[in-house]
T-cell receptor
């Protein structure tokens, strides 16, 4: 079955440092890939997504590129801020976009990121 | 953006009792909602897909008689944990899927259930 593997946390880094969170997946076909962020006390929020190979999702300075050849969707940000401290989840959907089943997500375990001043 | 609420945010109950958790989409209609369960320091596990006006679809291994889901309107889905036991203690999260071109999923803040 489908699965998502992401690097374990917590990841602790200083403000303005470069952040990378690795995410790899296994799936049949051509899944859509997502990064969600969960700030303390809040629900998950979609950070970015990519629906086909070589697509790059970007938002709030974060980027991730859908790499089919390496089955990866690593999240990067060039200069993190304290406000980026959160738990980040990589996820996939193996259902076609536009269908209700597209919302059925397979999540990775989550990576906690702690940014210190 | 769209908002999904859950009520209650936390609940403590005695073993053997039933607990109902509500999930509401506040400013949009959702024909499809999802219920997830999250264990400490672990990923979210999809429990079931809730479709308005029809029976929920449960994932393999999830007991449908224990986790009753009702999606009575386009803005409300409920999850009832029946005859709860300590092993049911967990963080339950719902999400609602918008329809149309955006196809975006919005998550509720979660409900912490503790069964004594």
């Amino acid at each position: 079955g489908d699965s998502v593997t992401q690097m374990e946390g917590p990841v602790t880094l200083s403000e303005e440092a470069f952040l990378t969170i690795n995410c790899t997946y296994t799936a049949t076909g051509y899944p859509s890939l997502f990064w969600y962020v969960q700030y303390p006390g809040e629900g998950l929020q979609l950070l970015l997504k990519a629906t086909k190979a070589d697509d790059k999702g970007s938002n709030k300075g974060f980027e991730a590129t859908y790499r089919k050849e390496t089955t990866s969707f690593h999240l990067e940000k060039g200069s993190v801020q304290v406000s980026d401290s959160a738990v980040y989840f990589c996820a996939l959907s193996d259902q076609p976009p536009g269908t209700d089943s597209w919302g059925k997500l397979q999540f990775g375990a989550g990576t906690q990121v702690v940014v210190t001043p | 953006g769209a908002v999904v609420s859950q009520h209650p945010s936390w609940v403590i109950c005695k073993s053997g009792t039933s607990v109902k958790i509500e999930c509401r989409s506040l400013d949009f209609q959702a024909t499809t909602m999802f219920w997830y369960r999250q264990f400490p320091k672990q990923s979210l596990m999809l429990m079931a897909t809730s479709n308005e006006g029809s029976k929920a679809t449960y994932e393999q291994g999830v007991e449908k008689d224990k986790f009753l889901i009702n999606h009575a309107s386009l803005t409300l889905s409920t999850l009832t944990v029946t005859s709860a036991h300590p092993e049911d203690s967990s963080f339950y999260i719902c999400s609602a899927l918008t329809s149309g071109a955006t196809d975006t999923q919005y998550f509720g803040p979660g409900t912490r259930l503790t069964v004594l």
